[in-house]
């Protein structure tokens, strides 16, 4: 069994867990904050039996888009840096690893 942690945009959290639901995936939604551009985005928790490990990643690929995103000047970002312009970066379409899981149970 693996645990799949997905982090989406916001905006793509719902579509990335209907997705999962209709392609037989069990899921959960957590509201999440990125560290680096502190915007709220979504983390996907999925159970998944190892074969099917590449099916729900597939799922989640085709619903996480990339977007631009800009950071605005005088955004503190840590170590002392703050952009004196506004920064672009790209953002996702899905940060996602893969742990193992030790037991798994649904009592
Ligand atoms: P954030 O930390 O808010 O990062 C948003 C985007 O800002 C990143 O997109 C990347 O393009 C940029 N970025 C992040 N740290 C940077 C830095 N030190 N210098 C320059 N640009 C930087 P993604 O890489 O697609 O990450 C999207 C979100 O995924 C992140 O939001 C964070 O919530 C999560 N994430 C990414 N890498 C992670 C990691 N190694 N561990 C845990 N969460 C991670």
Avoid: C, W
Avoid at 40 to 49: A, F, I, K, M, Q
Avoid at 50 to 77: F, M
Avoid at 81 to 105: K, M
């Amino acid at each position: 069994m693996k645990l799949i942690i997905a982090i989406v945009s916001r905006d793509d959290a719902g579509p990335v867990t209907r997705a999962l639901t209709r392609a037989g995936f069990g899921s959960t939604r957590l509201a999440t904050t990125g560290g680096f551009l502190r915007a709220e985005n979504g983390t996907v928790l999925v159970g998944v039996d190892e074969e099917r490990v590449q099916d729900a990643v597939e799922v989640i690929k085709a619903e996480a888009h990339a977007r631009q995103q800009t950071v605005p000047a005088g955004l503190g970002l840590g170590y002392d840096y703050y952009p004196t312009a506004p920064v672009e970066v790209t953002v996702g379409g899905a940060t996602i690893f893969v742990v193992d899981i030790e037991r798994f149970e649904r009592v």
